[in-house]
């Protein structure tokens, strides 16, 4: 597979990006190849594409599976497996965002609510024992709302999301007026 200017620089980004985003390079342009594809890949076209080695392709590949951002599908007379990743981006963030909430949210707010709830509390200040309750607090409101945020149809998370300054707006403007009076 022949990548163009444009489609080589969308998946050398998006392995940048993934770096930052604590996802090895080899995974997330792998990802990226397989979302700008207009069909599914076999392994060792995607290792030539990318030129990375063969055993780097498996084991992204398995990462991506885990993460359930890649599925394997079969052609017909080609006994090899075959890739793909979804090409909708709402259904990719909401694949994302889920995953990360059960493997770094979840167990954040598992260890919290067991400080809280320990024997040893009382051997911490007041102001440690506030500021991991308010933390617990904040993580659980969050949660609710990407909870919350998951179940909406792409339309309706777009209306949210441009709604998101108008709120901002009015909330601030009711503060304001309430601070004036």
């Known amino acids: 597979m022949n990548l163009t200017p444009i489609s080589e620089r969308f998946i050398l980004h998006w392995g940048e990006m993934g770096a930052r985003w604590g996802v090895n390079r080899s995974v997330a342009q792998i990802h990226a190849l397989l979302f700008l594809s207009d069909r599914p890949l076999a392994a060792d076209e995607i290792a030539e594409t990318l030129s990375v080695a063969r055993s780097n392709v498996s084991m992204s590949l398995k990462e991506l599976l885990s993460w359930r951002l890649a599925k394997i599908t079969h052609q017909m007379g080609d006994r090899r497996d075959h890739f793909e990743t979804s090409k909708d981006v709402w259904e990719l963030f909401k694949i994302i965002v889920e995953g990360r909430k059960q493997r770094e949210v979840a167990p954040t707010l598992a260890v ?38 998951l179940r909406q149809e792409p339309e309706t998370l777009m209306k949210i999301l441009k709604m998101g300054a108008k709120v901002s707006n009015l909330v601030r403007g009711t503060t304001e007026e309430k601070a004036q009076q």
């Not at 919290?112 to 102001?127: K, V």
């Not at 904040?138 to 709302?145: N, Y």
């Open 112 to 149: 919290l609510n067991e400080f809280l709830e320990s024997t040893d509390l009382d051997q911490e200040t007041p102001g440690v024992v506030a500021r991991i309750g308010q933390t617990r607090e904040f993580i659980q409101v969050l949660t609710a709302w990407i909870t919350e945020m």
